[in-house]
Nanobody
């Protein structure tokens, strides 16, 4: 079982940056788990933002490509999401998630077994 705790959310103006972190603990995180970031804004379903395989292969949703970067530090047991050029449409609760294997379909919620509680990101004009 992997335990996940997100941090780094906050309020920024459009064009600003934030870096989210997700501290993972529990057996096997560094070697076995695909890690992902999801987000959910009011009135919408949860959507996949980015994921990274144990070997470092990354995938992104189209609207964040070239603005967001997902990375992992296996030695520290930490997942990151560097978010640049933030837009009001990025406002959401951001969740960290872990899966035994990266789902074939990007952003498939049901493919993830462990979830954090989330951290809020608010982007204003």
């Amino acid at each position: 079982q992997v335990q996940l705790v997100e941090s780094g959310g906050g309020s920024v103006q459009s064009g600003g940056s934030l870096r989210l972190s997700c501290a993972a603990s529990g057996y096997g995180y560094s070697n076995y788990y695909c890690m992902g970031w999801f987000r959910q804004s009011p009135g919408k379903g949860r959507e996949g933002v980015a994921d990274v395989s144990p070997s470092g292969f990354t995938r992104y949703m189209d609207s964040v490509k070239n603005r967001f970067t997902i990375s992992r530090d296996n030695a520290k047991g930490t997942l990151y999401l560097q978010m640049n050029r933030l837009e009001p449409e990025d406002t959401a609760m951001y969740y960290c998630a872990a899966a035994r294997f990266c789902p074939v379909t990007f952003g498939m919620e049901s493919g993830y077994q462990n979830w954090g509680e989330g951290t809020q990101v608010t982007v204003s004009l």
